[in-house]
């Protein structure tokens, strides 16, 4: 509930249908069970209607005195006081917040207990979705069923790597840089599968070819950031750890040379037109040693003309 303040984390759109049809579920065709379950739809039924008004007082009341809520980082609220403080700081934040509910099964234990899992769909009010796998542990009181226990379990579908990497999109294609006596051509596509953005340097210094690097440029999961490694040809490699800042992407750079000298920078990269980006480079260290920054221009290369593949005239 720490991403989501309430529940996790944000959940899908509140245009998702409510699948609380007791005909949907894997039950049981005894009278006693089928009993159970439609007393715990018709909980889960005022459970999700309360939650959609906001009803704070409402849906604690719906579990025990004792009743806890433990969502997907496994953080435990108990108690009644704790759930409506709980229920307040989440409606506070997001006062639009729609509940749905898609229950996959209800399994009656005993006439004054069962288990309910399933999934639920939040929407915040805004483009913030996501949905969390839940067990619920419900029993039954002289008032009614009331909650026991519900434990969430992030859900949401996992993030392609190919979308996230749409933000650099428009750095594919070709491009050049030249200051003093040196000339850079850069050279970025899409990997095959899209899960990459490849990319190729080249350096000339009168006509020699000074320099020659390829880039590989992914989407890690688990920093939730992207990451680059660069390798050369006379066996030098690096790593970059990429955040966008201020409408520009700040990389972290960590270099080995082939002697093994270490190096580290950051490379701060803004676009400045569809055809133009700004690349500076500061904080550059080599071997314990300070090195001049950096910041230089590269502009998109203009289109190859298309070879003429007519046939010279017949004379």
């Known amino acids: 509930m720490k991403r989501f303040t309430c529940f996790g984390c944000v959940v899908a759109a509140a245009t998702l249908?409510?699948?609380?049809?007791?005909?949907?579920?894997?039950?049981?065709?005894?009278?006693?069970?089928?009993?159970?379950?439609?007393?715990?739809?018709?909980?889960?039924?005022?459970?999700?209607?309360?939650?959609?008004?906001?009803?704070?007082?409402?849906?604690?009341?719906?579990?025990?005195?004792?009743?806890?809520?433990?969502?997907?980082?496994?953080?435990?609220?108990r108690g009644h006081q704790e759930l409506k403080t709980l229920f307040d700081g989440y409606f506070d934040r997001f006062p639009d917040a729609q509940l749905a509910v898609e229950i996959e099964s209800i399994r009656a234990l005993a006439a004054d207990l069962a288990i309910e899992e399933g999934t639920r769909f939040l929407s915040a009010g805004d483009d913030s979705q996501a949905q969390v796998r839940y067990v619920a542990t419900l029993a039954k009181r002289n008032e009614g069923w009331r909650i026991a226990s519900i434990r969430e379990f992030d859900d949401s579908p996992r993030t392609k790597p190919a979308n996230e990497l749409e933000s650099i999109a428009w750095m594919i294609g070709d491009w050049v840089s030249e200051?003093?006596?040196?000339?850079?051509?850069?050279?970025?596509?899409?990997?095959?599968?899209?899960?990459f953005v490849l990319g190729q340097f080249l350096a000339n210094r009168g006509g020699e070819v000074v320099m020659k690097s390829e880039q590989r440029i992914g989407w890690d999961p688990l920093s939730g950031e992207l990451r680059s490694w660069l390798f050369d040809t006379d066996g030098g490699f690096a790593h970059g750890d990429w955040t966008f800042v201020d409408g520009g992407w700040v990389i972290k750079s960590r270099a080995t040379a082939p002697d093994g000298l270490l190096g580290s920078a950051t490379v701060t990269i803004t676009r400045t037109s569809p055809d133009q980006f700004r690349m500076v480079g500061t904080d550059r260290i080599i071997g314990g040693q300070r090195a001049d920054d950096f910041d230089v221009s590269v502009t998109r290369a203009p289109p190859q003309p298309a070879a003429d593949d007519r046939s010279a005239p017949d004379r």
């Open 179 to 195: 200051g003093g006596d040196l000339a850079v051509t850069i050279s970025y596509r899409w990997a095959a599968d899209r899960n």
């Open 17 to 77: 249908s409510l699948s609380l049809s007791p005909h949907s579920l894997s039950i049981a065709a005894e009278p006693p069970e089928s009993t159970v379950v439609d007393q715990v739809v018709s909980l889960e039924e005022s459970f999700t209607a309360a939650f959609n008004k906001g009803q704070v007082e409402k849906l604690v009341a719906m579990f025990l005195a004792d009743g806890e809520w433990i969502d997907d980082e496994g953080v435990v609220h």
